[in-house]
């Protein structure tokens, strides 16, 4: 069974820019969550579509948008790029049926902002 | 507000010695609790949870986690360290609650390095 998959891995980009990081979850999997990783603030949620419909969202500004599609593939946008975008970040799926069932990751996309 | 602390930055152990990481949460309610690991370059690896039952949760790799109420710990072991192991380890926790979704909150991470 293939695992989740973050496209693409590595990114540079500008102050300004604005790029699109995609994710296709574990087939079967209906929930996709976002989560920084910095050095810094270590990792920190984004946040978590299922169905389609965001269920979740951590405290990020307005720059910060995703929406999930109908074969549950995710896509995370971020607009007016600064410095401090720079992170790993990381795609989660899970069934998303509220059992106890784990997240499981996938390897991230390195965004970096020149 | 529910968040979990790993109080060490960094642990050193010999290989073959046990390894404990540390973990405490603070959490209104019962909490799902996790353990992830992450090698240089990649995303997290689930290694075990904790979500009722008995306190002693066994989980890869011969990882075992202990959970406990009164101290609201959840501290990551194993029996006999490889170099392998070496990495940094999450505990994350989960608030059971529908509203929450599947919002995972970590702690800050420990590295791992086992000494050949």
């Known amino acids: ?114 | 507000a529910q968040s979990v602390a790993q109080p060490e930055d960094q642990v050193n152990v010999a290989e073959g010695n046990p390894l404990t990481v540390k973990c405490t949460y603070s959490v209104s309610g019962n909490p799902y609790l996790f353990w992830y690991v992450q090698y240089p370059n990649r995303g997290l690896q689930f290694l075990l949870k904790y979500i009722t039952g008995d306190n002693l949760v066994k989980g890869s790799y011969g990882f075992e986690a202990e959970f406990n109420k009164s101290q609201t710990s959840f501290h990551l072991k194993k029996p006999s360290a490889l170099v392998s192991d070496s990495a940094l380890y999450f505990c994350a926790v989960r608030d059971p609650g529908w509203a929450a979704g599947n919002k995972l909150t970590f702690g800050g991470g420990t590295r791992v390095l086992v000494k050949p």
């Open chain 1, 1 to 114: 069974k293939a695992g989740v998959t973050q496209t693409p891995r590595y990114l540079i980009k500008t102050r300004g820019q604005q790029v699109t990081l995609s994710c296709s979850p574990i087939s079967g999997h209906r929930s996709v969550s976002w989560y920084q990783q910095t050095p810094g603030q270590g990792l920190q949620f984004l946040f978590e579509y299922f169905s389609e419909t965001q269920r979740n969202k951590g405290n990020f500004p307005g720059r910060f948008s995703g929406r999930q599609f109908s074969n549950s593939r995710s896509e995370m946008n971020v607009s007016t790029l600064e410095l401090g975008d720079s992170a790993l970040y990381l795609c989660a799926s899970s069934l998303g049926d509220m059992s106890n069932q784990p997240q499981h990751f996938g390897d991230g996309t390195r965004l970096s902002i020149l």
